[in-house]
């Protein structure tokens, strides 16, 4: 964990450049030339870093050395956006039929994808109240995978993860975790008893808001498996975009760490204002999963998200007068985001349903970037007083 900023800056290297460069060079092409049909066949065995781009290619390998170092995995997987590395999970490990186990409060478009799946071919999903670990114990038997998030969209619970991981290997069910939410540089979910941790690299490994990409990183065998999906779906991404996530990817420590303090101390000095219901930050003493974020190593969160004591009205009041921070929905770029959950991650629930899931209409979330704690808290400040 320690060596995490000096992995992300050096973790793998791209094929040995005869110039010298520093930094990898970009291979914009979308085939690869071969000296004798010997050599195109060793190329056709994965014996060369690059064959037909969509396989895969040097400013790939690259970024997936990089993430499963990252993530102390044996391998990882680059996929053209955050939903295709999830959809290549379920494509690769669900068929038709069978049935998936997931804890409720995930993404939107993981819920989307579930419902689609089970129209096309009758997929079937046991949605568990998430962190109720009885309810997951009944709902494992015969399932084909286990996929949760941590921590949760807007909410920010944090899972015990090393109680779910014990109890998905007595299942010999997979556990998957979307980690999006916190990164490798916050939170190392494979030493925690997770089979395979997903990130949206559109977020904070990509983070400056400046492209779309996923990874899935886990054991060897089960990455290769993904890696055919991947290539039979043709759901890479391409190597520019490779080339550019790898430049992110070498400040994400540097970035997620300072993203995490900077949340931190705004979710502080917003639980002392009075025109704020309440803050949910998991490093916050007060939230409920505070002892499991101890517990389980979360270093931090770069959001924050807390309600407005003069509910929905207040709430628009304050995202039509924020003028630093953008109304904007995503995450985990360097510039600071907010979004009303109530209009955007949750639009689609029946007011019941978002209920259930503790969705209130009075709630903000701010996706905090590099900018200045005291820039940021003068615009919070503005808004609210506005
Ligand atoms: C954004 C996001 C995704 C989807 O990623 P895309 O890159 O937008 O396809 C999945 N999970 C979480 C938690 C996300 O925030």
Not at 11 to 19: A, L
Not at 78 to 83: N, P, T, W
Not at 151 to 166: F, Q, R, S
Request: aromatic share 6%; hydrophobic share 45%.
């Amino acid at each position: 964990m320690s060596s995490t900023n000096t992995t992300a800056v050096h973790g793998g290297r791209g094929p040995d450049e005869p110039t010298g460069a520093v930094s990898t060079p970009i291979y914009k092409t979308s085939t690869y030339r071969f000296e004798s049909t010997e050599a195109l066949l060793e190329g056709a065995r994965g014996k060369k870093p690059g064959f037909y781009t969509r396989y895969g290619g040097p400013n790939f390998s690259v970024v997936e050395q990089k993430h499963a170092l990252l993530h102390g995995a044996q391998d990882s997987v680059l996929f053209g956006s955050g939903m295709a590395a999830v959809a290549a999970v379920f494509q690769t490990w669900a068929k038709a039929g069978e049935r998936v186990v997931a804890f409720r409060d995930v993404y939107g478009g993981t819920r989307d994808l579930l419902a689609f799946l089970h129209r096309q071919i009758g997929l079937e999903t046991t949605w568990v109240t998430t962190g109720d670990l009885v309810a997951l114990e009944i709902a494992l038997p015969g399932a084909r995978l286990f996929w949760a998030e941590s921590p949760t969209n807007p909410l920010l619970h944090v899972l015990d993860l090393p109680a779910i991981g014990a109890i998905t290997k007595r299942h010999g069910v997979p556990f998957v975790l979307d980690a999006t939410f916190a990164g490798p540089a916050l939170q190392q979910p494979l030493a925690l008893g997770v089979d395979l941790v997903m990130e949206s690299a559109t977020k904070s490994l990509g983070g400056h808001s400046d492209l779309l990409a996923g990874l899935v990183c886990g054991p060897a065998e089960r990455v290769a498996e993904l890696r055919l999906t991947r290539k039979l779906l043709g759901a890479i991404s391409d190597p520019e975009t490779a080339w550019l996530l790898e430049r992110s990817m070498k400040t994400v420590g540097a970035r997620t760490e300072r993203q995490a303090a900077t949340a931190l101390e705004l979710a502080q000095r917003l639980a002392h204002d009075k025109r704020v219901a309440r803050v949910l930050h998991p490093m916050l003493a007060k939230h409920p999963d505070h002892e499991v974020a101890k517990r389980t190593g979360l270093k931090g969160v770069g959001l924050v998200t807390f309600g407005c004591a003069g509910g929905l009205h207040a709430a628009r009041h304050l995202a039509d007068h924020v003028r630093l921070i953008a109304n904007a929905p995503s995450l985990g770029g360097v510039e600071s985001l907010l979004s009303l959950p109530v209009y955007t991650s949750h639009a689609m629930f029946t007011p019941e349903e978002r209920a259930a899931a503790g969705i209130t209409d009075d709630l903000v979330r701010v996706s905090v970037g590099l900018e200045d704690v005291e820039d940021l808290w003068k615009d919070l400040e503005h808004a609210l007083r506005a």
